[in-house]
């Protein structure tokens, strides 16, 4: 017979898919890593799994015990799938500017949620991430996953996802791509490529309101970079401990409505419906086209699958609202249809 035993063992050698229409004007192979074939629809299973297995192993974590994380939603989705499968508690701090379905998914996996301000700073005893490291410290024998920090957040990608592009495009990769966040899918991808071949290029996107490009280019942490935005995921108003900027040779910044667009394009021309931070990545690799040549090889990362976002870019009023669109309302065409009959 042949089964897995769990859940848990479906998570990881997701497709490579080469995009045909929405990279037309770009001179180069490009190939998307959907990891919206994981389980729980991110890419954010594989760390999940792996640091609840590994804190069960190191004793962090034992029967009965609670997992904490501060999460935009993935990564506690992730979690939640493992305590679901393994009986533990969950926990979950996640921003108010999470789409409602993330934290609709989040109760549904099980996970208690707390929603906490996304307009103070990281060290503010409200934001997400003091409120897990609080509730971590409160509650006896919980476990606070903290992906920011946690090695075995980029560690996870330098043994998994980082090997599984390097086989699939036999070795022919040259460039990488993908939204930046804590940047641990990116750096542990990047380390295992780079060690494999370092003249590999590694381009990560970053929203308009984050201060990761800055820091990237000029070592400066600017407080003046840090504004309101809608991306989920992408971008960071802290530099996280799993981002090692070393690896990383250049990050493009892309807008809210440039991201959503082809977010809605990844859907219309290449049948795949994944979310906004996938939309950056290539829409960030069109800004960068003029950098790539015919032989080239770039692997795109799809970080997570378009349903956590049907609130949002896949919501033509939420677009509207944003001014992303300019399309007539239904209110529009019914007023329009009742003054041509009248
Ligand atoms: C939708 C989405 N895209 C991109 C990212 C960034 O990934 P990473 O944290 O590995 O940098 C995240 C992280 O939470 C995410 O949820």
């Not at 997992?67 to 926990?91: F, H, P, Q, R």
Request: charged share 25%; proline share 4%.
């Amino acid at each position: 017979m042949k089964y897995l035993n769990s859940v848990l063992e479906a998570i990881g050698n997701t497709p490579l898919i080469r995009l045909n229409r929405v990279t037309s004007g770009i001179p180069a192979l490009v190939l998307a890593k959907v990891e919206t074939f994981n389980p729980g629809l991110s890419i954010k299973d594989r760390i999940a799994a792996n640091i609840v297995e590994a804190a069960e192993k190191s004793g962090k974590l034992r029967k009965g015990g609670t997992i904490v994380e501060c999460t935009s939603g993935n990564t506690g989705i992730g979690l939640a799938m493992a305590a679901a499968v393994k009986g533990y508690k969950i926990i979950c701090t996640v921003n108010d500017k999470q789409s409602k379905e993330k934290i609709q998914m989040l109760r549904s996996w099980g996970a208690e949620v707390i929603i906490c301000p996304s307009k103070v700073r990281p060290e503010d005893p409200q934001s997400n991430y003091s409120v897990a490291e609080r509730i971590s410290q409160e509650i006896p024998n919980a476990y606070w996953v903290n992906q920011y920090d946690n090695p075995l957040n980029p560690s996870t990608h330098y043994d998994n996802t980082g090997p599984e592009i390097w086989e699939a495009t036999d070795g022919k990769i040259t460039h990488l791509i993908a939204p930046a966040g804590t940047g641990g899918s990116l750096c542990g991808i990047a380390k295992f490529l780079k060690e494999k071949n370092p003249k590999i290029q590694v381009w990560g996107t970053d929203a308009y309101g984050s201060v990761l490009k800055k820091y990237h280019e000029t070592g400066e942490f600017d407080e003046k970079e840090i504004y309101d935005y809608s991306m989920e995921g992408v971008g960071r108003e802290f530099i996280p401990n799993s981002m090692d900027m070393s690896l990383i040779d250049h990050f493009e910044k892309v807008t809210d409505k440039d991201a959503a667009l082809m977010g809605r394009r990844l859907v219309l021309e290449e049948g795949l419906w994944v979310g906004h931070s996938s939309g950056s990545a290539v829409a960030g690799l069109l800004q960068m086209k003029n950098r790539l040549k015919p032989t080239d090889v770039v692997v795109v990362i799809f970080h997570d699958h378009g349903s956590r976002y049907i609130g949002k870019i896949y919501n033509d009023d939420w677009m509207r609202m944003k001014g992303f669109i300019d399309d007539e309302t239904d209110e529009d065409r019914i007023e329009k249809a009742i003054l041509a009959s009248s």
